[in-house]
């Protein structure tokens, strides 16, 4: 299965500390995009290994480094990872 967060920052965050901040606690993810509505705002568009809840715990956890720049975090939606085609 794969969670799909968005993380709204208060203050430019790069792809590379939100990637080093969820390894940090284990967490398999994938940065996918970003949108900025009014900047220095950021909306920030995360795929996670795994299902999550919004109120996930870890994610308060990997957020800590990033103090105040972290805002406010929503569960966009999961979905369940697609098979593998078997080889034949």
């Known amino acids: 299965d794969r969670t799909m967060v968005v993380v709204e920052t208060r203050r430019e965050t790069s792809r ?3 990637i080093a901040a969820f390894e940090e606690i284990g967490a398999g993810v994938t940065y996918l995009a970003a949108h900025a509505p009014a900047p220095p705002d950021c909306w920030h568009l995360l795929e996670f290994d ?3 809840a919004a109120q996930d715990p870890r994610f308060a956890l990997a957020l800590r480094p990033l103090g105040e720049t972290a805002a406010e975090i929503w569960l966009f939606g999961s ?3 697609p098979l593998p085609r078997e080889s034949k």
Do not use: K, P
């Open 16 to 18: 590379a500390r939100f």
């Open 50 to 52: 795994g299902q999550f």
């Open 79 to 81: 979905y369940a990872r």
